[in-house]
């Protein structure tokens, strides 16, 4: 499903990138870079529009012939990009909101590690 998943952090300082492909992570890392501009957009438009509840999905971020870029920024400003292959069509909306749930409550049990620094490098075994 997801060739690539990104942590970024609330200075846009990459915490955790991990690609399937290690030679494709260059590529990635650009992909990622280049969705940040977009994440960042999207949440002036949403201030803009002065609604107090802010949603936390952010939809399809960048799309090109090979992959497709989804973002996810929680409450603390942290962003969570997954990169998908164009190729799956069958992945519905519903479905990616459910990985970055399951990210999101990945990332908040990592927070609550007192052995761990909010905004560290993020490092997996």
Do not use: W
Not at 61 to 87: M, P, Q
């Amino acid at each position: 499903m997801a060739v690539c998943i990104g942590f970024i952090g609330k200075e846009n300082s990459p915490l955790f990138l991990r690609c399937i492909n290690q030679s494709q992570e260059l590529q990635f890392h650009y992909i990622m870079h280049t969705c940040i501009d977009f994440v960042e957009e999207k949440i002036i438009q949403s201030n803009k529009s002065g609604s107090d509840v802010r949603e936390l999905y952010l939809g399809l971020l960048y799309s090109s012939e090979e992959v497709k870029a989804y973002g996810f920024v929680t409450n603390t400003k942290i962003k969570i990009v997954i990169i998908i292959d164009s190729t799956n069509s069958l992945l519905r909306d519903n479905e990616i909101r459910a990985v970055f749930r399951k990210l999101h409550n990945a990332y908040t049990e990592l927070v609550c590690n007192p052995f761990y620094t909010p905004g560290d490098p993020i490092t997996s075994k």
